[in-house]
C-alpha cells in the first residue's frame, strides 16, 4: 500500500530537521550538484581536489577520487547533472541480459539502458541487476527483441559536470564525474568559455530523459522531416529541442530542432528515414548545457557531442557578483504551460540576476531570447538576493529560494511570476559565501511522491531538511 499523506497548511508546521554533519564545512565555492536518478546522490565540491557524494538513503557521504580540477577553486564554481552515461556497442545479449563494454564498480539496479542502434534498437530497460567490473553484463526484464554484437547502448546513470572559472583564458577546470564508472572524465574544453575568478556563475543541462514534451506517430517523413497530421503547433515551438524516435522505423535517432511549422519538424538527415510506424517523442536536448552569470550579459552553451562552447544571444543587463541562479522549469501541469500547441514547459531557464537585486529574466530556448520579469510579491513588499543565496528546482513551475545568509525560505511560482514566503530556518549561520547549498531529494511510494528540501548553511557544517507541506 502507498504512503498516504495527510498533511495539511496550517494545521501541520513546516519544521527543519537537523541530518548528519557534512564532512567538511561549506566555504567559498563548495556546491551541491543534486542528481535525478534513482539513487538521488548528490556531489559535493569542496575544492579543486576534493569531492564527496551524499547518499540521502543513508544520510551519509563517501569520499570520491581526486578530481584533479584545473582552475582558480571560490567565486564562481558550479556544476550541473545530467542522466547520460557511457555509450557502446554490445559484444552479446540474451533475452534478459546485455553485455557491454563499461566497467563498473557498483550496484546500478534502478538504472536505465537504452538500445540506440542495432538490433532492437528503441527498446529501453530498467536494470534489475549487473556484474562488476569490466564488460559489465546487465540484467533486465525480458527484452521485445533480444540485442546482439550490433547493438549500440546509452546509460542513463548519470554525470555530474563541474567548472571552475580561473582569470586566464585556458586555464579554466571542466570535468564530469561519471557514476556508472566511478571516475573522473579527463579535462573537457573550455576554449571560448568564460574566464575570471571573482564572479557568481550557474549552469544547468537539458536532457531529454527528464523532460519528454510531446509525443505522437509520423503521418509522413522526408529525409529531413517527420510530420503528424492534426499537430496545431506553433511555427518553431520547438527548435533547440530534440525529437528521438522510440519505436518503428528508425528508432533510436536522435536529432535537434532545427525548425518546425503546426504539423511538421525539420532536423538534420536521418540515417533511417521513419516511416507511418515511426512513434517520436520530444524532449529536452541532451546535447547542451547552458551557463550565465560572470558580471556580464555574455550567455553560454556548451555542446556535450561537440566538446564545445558558443555564445547565445546576451541578456539585457549583466546578472550581480552573487545569488545568480538558473533553472529549468519544465513540470508545470497548468493547461497554459503544458500546452502542446504553444509549450512553455522545457522552453525557458529562469535566471535571477543577484547582485542585491529582486529582479529576474527567462531564456526562451526555442527563439534564443532573454525577457525581463516583473515579479509579483505575495502581499505586497520587496526581496532582494545577493552572496548566500540558492536556488532549488521544486515541482509544478516552482523554485525555492533560500536567501542571503538569512534563513529565510521563499518559492518563485513561474507560472504567476509571483514569490511567496516558504519557511524560515531558526539556526544562524556564518559569512556568506557563492555557491549552491540547497537541494531536493523525494521519497516515491506508489503514486505518492513526498519531497524535502535540504539546506547546508552558509560557511559551516550544519545541514538541515524541511518537508515540502
Known amino acids: 500500500m502507498a504512503t498516504t499523506v495527510n498533511l495539511r497548511k496550517i494545521l501541520d508546521r513546516k519544521q ?109 530497460r530498467v536494470i534489475t541487476s549487473n556484474t562488476i567490473g569490466t564488460n559489465t553484463v546487465f540484467t533486465v526484464p525480458t527484452w521485445t527483441t533480444a540485442p546482439d554484437n550490433t547493438s549500440t547502448y546509452l546509460l542513463l546513470t548519470g554525470r555530474y559536470y563541474v567548472f571552475i572559472p580561473h582569470a586566464t583564458a585556458g586555464s579554466q577546470g571542466f570535468k564530469y564525474y561519471d557514476v556508472a564508472t566511478n571516475t573522473w572524465s579527463s579535462a573537457l574544453t573550455v576554449t571560448n568559455a568564460p574566464t575570471g575568478a571573482a564572479a557568481d556563475l550557474a549552469m544547468k543541462a537539458t ?66 528515414t521513419p516511416s507511418t510506424d515511426s ?40 546578472p550581480g557578483s552573487g545569488g545568480v541562479s538558473l533553472n529549468w522549469v519544465r513540470s508545470s501541469t497548468n493547461s497554459t504551460w503544458s500546452n502542446e500547441s504553444a509549450i512553455l514547459n522545457g522552453r525557458r531557464l529562469y535566471s535571477f540576476r543577484g547582485g542585491a537585486t529582486g529582479n529576474l529574466d527567462y531564456y526562451d530556448i526555442s527563439s534564443n531570447t532573454w525577457t525581463a520579469i516583473a515579479t509579483t510579491y505575495q502581499n505586497g513588499g520587496s526581496e532582494t538576493f545577493t552572496t548566500g543565496t540558492s536556488y532549488e528546482n521544486g515541482s509544478n ?30 539556526f544562524g549561520q556564518g559569512t556568506a559565501t557563492v555557491g549552491n547549498k540547497v537541494f531536493s531529494v523525494k521519497y516515491v511510494d506508489g503514486g505518492t511522491t513526498i519531497t524535502f528540501i535540504y539546506f547546508a548553511i552558509n560557511t559551516g557544517a550544519n545541514i538541515f531538511r524541511c518537508l515540502v507541506i
Open 279 to 318: 512513434v517520436y517523442s520530444i524532449e529536452g536536448n541532451d546535447d547542451f548545457i547552458y551557463l550565465t552569470g560572470n558580471s556580464a550579459t555574455t550567455f553560454y552553451r556548451y555542446s556535450i557531442s561537440g566538446n564545445s562552447w558558443s555564445t547565445l544571444a546576451a541578456r539585457s543587463v549583466a
Open 16 to 124: 527543519w530537521e537537523m541530518t548528519n554533519n557534512l564532512p567538511t564545512s561549506t566555504s567559498i565555492g563548495t556546491t551541491f550538484i543534486p542528481s535525478e536518478g534513482p539513487d538521488q546522490d548528490v556531489l559535493y565540491i569542496t575544492s579543486a581536489t576534493t569531492a564527496y557524494l551524499y547518499d540521502p538513503s543513508e544520510d551519509a557521504y563517501v569520499t570520491l577520487s581526486s578530481p584533479a580540477l584545473a582552475g582558480t577553486f571560490g567565486s564562481g564554481v558550479c556544476g550541473t547533472y545530467h542522466t547520460n552515461g557511457p555509450t557502446g556497442t554490445a559484444s552479446a545479449g540474451s533475452s534478459t541480459t546485455i553485455t557491454t563494454t563499461v566497467t563498473t564498480m557498483g550496484s546500478l539496479a534502478g538504472y536505465t539502458i537504452r538500445i540506440t542502434g542495432g538490433t532492437g534498437r528503441g527498446q529501453e
Open 397 to 426: 513551475g516552482m523554485i525555492y529560494i533560500q536567501k542571503d545568509i538569512t534563513g529565510r525560505f521563499f518559492n518563485f511560482d513561474c507560472i504567476t511570476n509571483t514569490l511567496k514566503p516558504w519557511s524560515l530556518l531558526p
Open 207 to 272: 536532457p531529454g530523459a527528464l523532460a519528454s514534451m510531446a509525443t505522437g506517430t509520423a503521418t509522413s517523413a522526408t529525409g529531413t522531416t517527420i510530420v503528424t497530421t492534426g499537430k496545431t503547433w506553433t511555427t518553431n515551438q520547438w527548435v533547440n529541442s530534440q525529437v528521438r524516435i522510440t519505436s518503428g522505423t528508425g528508432a533510436g535517432q536522435v536529432r535537434t530542432i532545427t525548425a518546425n511549422d503546426a504539423t511538421s519538424l525539420t532536423v538534420a538527415t536521418w540515417t533511417i
